[in-house]
């Protein structure tokens, strides 16, 4: 069993940056997708970006040249570094890690809010 640990959440004013940490306990034996996804109140979650263990990343055009996903396999550590904050980006924020296939499994994190304000 795998569990996933957010932290980096805040308070910032619209402009500012926050960094979200996630680190998985427990072993990801095979290749994977770890990611982050965000709920506003009142909305559907959505991707924000993920990136696979090989580095490929994809980002959710609404986030594209203002967030970064990085992550460290040996740590099995996913980061997200969110610079020019904007009010619309307050959501409570969700790690995942994902593969599809053989071995397959689906981890989500507990969440950690993000507040933007104006």
């Known amino acids: 069993q795998v569990s996933l640990v957010e932290s980096g959440g805040g308070l910032v004013q619209a402009g500012g940056s926050l960094r979200l940490s996630c680190a998985a306990s427990g072993s990801l034996y095979y290749t994977n997708t770890m990611g982050w996804y965000r709920q506003a109140p009142g909305k559907q979650r959505e991707l924000v970006a993920t990136?696979?263990?090989?580095?490929?990343?994809n980002y959710a055009d609404s986030v594209k040249g203002r967030f970064t996903i990085s992550r460290d396999n040996a740590k099995n550590l996913v980061l997200l570094q969110m610079n020019s904050l904007k009010p619309e980006d307050t959501a409570v924020y969700y790690c995942?890690?994902?593969?599809?296939?053989?071995?397959?499994?689906?981890?989500w994190g507990q969440g950690t809010q993000v507040t933007v304000s104006s």
């Open positions: 995942r890690v994902t593969r599809l296939g053989y071995g397959s499994f689906d981890y």
């Open positions: 990136i696979t263990t090989g580095g490929n990343s």
